[in-house]
């Protein structure tokens, strides 16, 4: 079994800075791409961007070119620095990891986190 445990989320200001964590546990070597999915008040959850083992990144419309993802594979950690925010970008973001190379299915995401809140106020 593997465990997600994400950090970083919080409050921030509109053009401001976050840098979310995800740290993998477990049978973390099964895991072949890693990423982050948020969920904004009353929408439905969509992928942010995903990272797979070969470096590989893929991103959602709205967070090219303010988003970066990038992994530590020796740390089994992926990050999320996310610059110029909006309030727009108000959010649980969850870490999800999968056995394939993609996270663009949900139905193939095996494993979640907890999710963690980032507020960017106006």
């Known amino acids: 079994q593997v465990q997600l445990v994400e950090s970083g989320g919080g409050l921030v200001q509109a053009g401001g800075s976050l840098t979310l964590s995800c740290a993998a546990s477990g049978s973390s070597v099964t895991i072949k791409t890693m990423g982050w999915y948020r969920q904004a008040p009353g929408k439905q959850r969509e992928l942010v961007a995903h990272i797979i083992s070969d470096g590989k990144t893929n991103y959602a419309a709205s967070g090219k070119g303010r988003f970066t993802i990038s992994r530590d594979a020796a740390k089994n950690t992926v990050y999320l620095q996310m610059n110029s925010l909006k309030p727009e970008d108000t959010a649980v973001y969850y870490c999800?990891?999968?056995?394939?190379?993609?996270?663009?299915?949900?139905?193939?995401?095996?494993?979640w986190g907890k999710g963690t809140l980032v507020t960017v106020s106006s």
């Open positions: 999800a990891a999968s056995r394939i190379d993609t996270l663009s299915v949900e139905y193939y995401i095996h494993y």
